[in-house]
C-alpha cells in the first residue's frame, strides 16, 4: 500500500546523506565564525562581557576570550571534515559542539539570549552530524 519514498541504496538516499553533511558543515562553520567573534570581543573589550555581572562562574576574559578562539579555529578546520564527511571531522564535529556547549552554558548569566542561540545551534549540528554516515 505505501511505496518507498527513495530507493534505499540509491540517487536518492546519497542526495540526502549529501545534503545533511553540507548542513552540518555550514552550522559548524556559523557557529565557529560566532566563536571567533566572540573571542575577539572578550579580548579586546574585558568590560564588555563581565559588565554588571556578580555571579558563580568568574572568568578572566582574555583567557575566556583565547578560548573562544581556539574552539573557533579549530571549528573552521572540523567545518572542513564534516563537508568532505570525514571520520574524524564527524567524530571532532561532535565534540567540539559539546565544548561549545559547555563555554556557552558558562556564558549564559551574562548574555542569556545570546548563549541559548549558540546553544540550540550547537545541538542542531549534533542532530545532523548523528545523521551522516562516514565516507568509506
Do not use: H, K
Not at 552540518?24 to 573571542?39: C, E, M, P, T, W
Not at 575577539?40 to 562562574?57: F, T, V
Not at 581556539?70 to 572542513?80: D, R
Request: glycine fraction near 10%.
Amino acid at each position: 500500500m505505501f511505496g518507498r519514498g527513495y530507493d534505499e541504496g540509491g540517487e536518492g538516499r546519497r542526495l540526502i546523506i549529501d545534503a545533511t553533511s553540507l548542513f552540518a558543515g555550514v552550522l559548524i562553520l556559523l557557529a565557529s565564525l560566532f566563536s571567533l567573534l566572540q573571542g575577539a570581543a572578550a579580548i579586546a573589550n574585558d568590560e564588555l562581557y563581565s559588565e554588571g555581572s556578580d555571579y558563580l562562574y568568574r572568568f578572566d576574559m582574555d583567557v575566556w576570550g583565547t578560548v573562544q578562539l581556539v574552539i573557533g579555529a579549530l571549528g573552521l578546520l572540523v567545518a572542513y571534515g564534516v563537508i568532505r564527511r570525514s571520520s574524524w571531522g564527524l567524530v571532532c564535529g561532535m565534540i567540539l559542539a559539546c565544548l561549545s556547549m559547555v563555554t556557552n552554558f558558562a556564558q549564559l548569566p551574562t548574555y542569556p539570549f545570546w548563549s541559548m542561540t549558540l546553544i540550540a545551534f550547537d545541538v542542531l549540528f549534533l542532530w545532523a552530524l548523528s545523521r551522516v554516515p562516514a565516507r568509506e
